[in-house]
């Protein structure tokens, strides 16, 4: 099929679903049709020639100020190009067609984002599409996208990924050169990519791998391309489950989860890791330090325009004794690929619009951060039970099991069942966010960043 | 240690930073101080030597591992 082609279909059915899925922040409509009209004319061909993919909107994008989530960097002054993974994948093709919502400053699991309304899961619009990538996960399980790009400091890919039931990959720190993106912890930030399928994720992975000097924490290592090998089944692959902590905090379901990963895949090993409890309480540390120093001005001189909840973390961190940053490096650089629950949390996951401020932590956090923070830096790839978009007719089929249909309308058998007598439109049991109006394309503008657009990577 | 003193280490922290505290914010942040001190308890109480640093670069290692069967 055409770029073209290809980025219509996108366009049309992110307009015809994003209403409440709450994905996109910006869809650059004209952008993406001029860039799709030129891979035409190239005659471009590859796994990724005319794929269309949205992008966090932490990465850059020329014209558009890079909000991270928030509100303050709404005034920020427009990004001049592209962030460096934005490139590489438009380079190979690929078309980029929006930006995408997230928790504010990648600080969160749910996405329940005050300034841009919550993103929903498409599975069930009742509940989170977790986070902090939530809007780059539900892109993905909504259909609207076959790939977007996200970030992982904390679980913020495989959170996600796992809750919208979508393809994630949390690369080896130091693999993906971070360049044009908004920094949230220096120490444990990744990129990575989200998709429909493996293939579209190693073709992603494949592309942006490369050497990148203005990102100090690349490894010094050549790329090694994945794609070709994905069709040589576990051969060759060392693998090993983790026990210890992996095991005592998993819940009975996903510990069978894993066993059946583990039988499918041959696994014959048991990998513990020593000092895993301590280095998730070191990685809690680090973030602490360094998102707290990233946005101590902005702290002190506008703290009324952060969202609730990372307000009240970013003070405490402000606040916390200061000789705990390097102990806590120290100790997680001691805490050493391998199948482990990330998220099971029966029953959980509903929004909670209007009552995050005031609340506690949302369940998924505990559910989640028991797994996720301990496994910092090493690959994590996520794998769907069940792969494929929220697809109306195939969640009709499932309704037994507590799932119900959320995205729609679409043509064909799916547009029939939507219409099937007794289906529930999720939407209509509650009020939609207001949405802010979208970016239509690249602005005009460019300038300098304003001075506290010192924290992103340029 | 007494949770008093968080309060007390919170408004020195705030006057020493410059940084503006309203009332209803107090107990959000005075519940994360709570958490981050217990973990950096945790922390705090592995042992290091002088010369132990962190790695700049990541490498990963085979790390430590038993047959399935034994587990």
Not at chain 1, 64 to 80: D, M, Q, V
């Given at each position: 099929m055409r770029a073209t082609a290809r980025v219509e279909a996108a366009l049309a059915r992110i307009a015809a679903t994003d209403g409440r899925v709450?994905?996109?922040?910006?869809?650059?409509a004209e952008r993406a049709r001029a860039r799709a009209q030129a891979v035409d004319a190239r005659g471009l061909e590859g796994p990724l020639a005319g794929l269309p993919f949205a992008v966090k909107n932490l990465f850059d994008l020329a014209g558009?100020?890079?909000?991270?989530?928030?509100?303050?960097?709404?005034?920020?002054?427009?990004?001049?190009r592209d962030a460096l993974l934005v490139r590489r994948l438009e380079a190979a093709g690929a078309v980029c067609v929006g930006a995408l919502n997230m928790d504010e400053y990648a600080y969160?699991?749910?996405?329940?984002?005050s300034h841009a309304g919550p993103t929903r899961n498409p599975?069930?619009?009742?509940?989170i599409a977790g986070g902090s990538s939530g809007g780059s996960a539900a892109a993905v399980a909504a259909g609207q996208v076959p790939l977007t790009l996200g970030s992982d400091t904390n679980g913020s890919i495989r959170v996600p990924a796992s809750l919208c039931g979508v393809f994630g990959l949390k690369p080896?720190?130091?693999?993906?050169p971070r360049t044009g993106t908004y920094p949230f912890v220096a120490s444990l930030d990744h990129l990575g990519p989200l998709a429909q399928s493996v293939a579209a994720l190693a073709a992603a992975y494949d592309a942006m791998q490369g050497p990148a000097a203005?990102?100090?924490?690349?490894?010094?290592r050549a790329a090694e391309p994945t794609l070709a090998g994905?069709?040589?089944?576990?051969?060759g692959l060392r693998l090993g489950m983790l026990g210890g902590w992996f095991r005592q905090m998993a819940l009975p379901a996903a510990t069978a989860a894993v066993e059946r990963c583990a039988q499918a895949l041959g696994v014959t090993r048991v990998v513990d890791w020593p000092e895993v409890e301590r280095a998730r309480a070191a990685a809690f540390l680090i973030t602490n330090a360094e998102g707290a120093a990233l946005h101590l001005p902005d702290l002190r001189?506008?703290?009324?325009?952060?969202e609730p909840l990372s307000r009240a973390r970013l003070r405490a961190l402000v606040a916390?004794?200061?000789?705990r940053r390097r102990a806590a490096a120290r100790g997680v650089a001691r805490a050493g690929a391998a199948p482990a629950p990330l998220v099971c949390a029966p029953g959980g996951g509903e929004l909670r619009d209007g009552r995050?401020?005031?609340?506690?932590?949302?369940?998924v956090h505990r559910a989640a951060d028991r797994h996720r923070?301990?496994?910092?830096?090493w690959p994590a790839p996520v794998r769907p039970r069940q792969p494929g978009p929220a697809d109306p007719a195939r969640l009709l089929h499932r309704a037994?099991?507590?799932?119900r249909a959320a995205v729609g309308p679409r043509s064909g058998p799916a547009a029939a069942a939507d219409r099937?007598?007794?289906?529930?439109?999720?939407?209509?049991r509650g009020p939609v966010p207001a949405r802010r109006p979208r970016a239509r394309g690249p602005g005009a503008r460019a300038g300098p960043r304003r001075a506290s657009g010192m924290k992103g990577r340029r | 240690m007494d949770p008093r003193r968080l309060d007390d280490l919170l408004d020195a922290q705030c006057a020493l930073l410059g940084l503006g505290l309203a009332a209803e914010h107090r107990p959000g942040v005075i519940r994360y101080l709570q958490l981050a001190r217990d973990l950096a308890a945790l922390v705090m109480d592995f042992p290091l030597e002088p010369a132990d640093e962190p790695g700049t670069v990541f490498v990963p290692v085979t790390p430590r591992h038993r047959r399935v069967e034994d587990a």
């Open positions: 709450n994905a996109f922040t910006a869809v650059l558009l100020p890079t909000l991270a989530g928030s509100r303050i960097e709404r005034t920020a002054a427009p990004a001049r969160g699991f749910t996405t329940e984002n599975h069930d619009l009742a509940r080896t720190f130091g693999r993906l203005d990102d100090p924490a690349q490894a010094p994905i069709d040589h089944g576990s051969a001189r506008r703290a009324h325009d952060f916390r004794p200061l000789p995050r401020a005031a609340g506690p932590r949302h369940p923070m301990a496994r910092h830096r037994a099991g507590g799932h099937r007598p007794g289906h529930r439109r999720p939407l209509a | -």
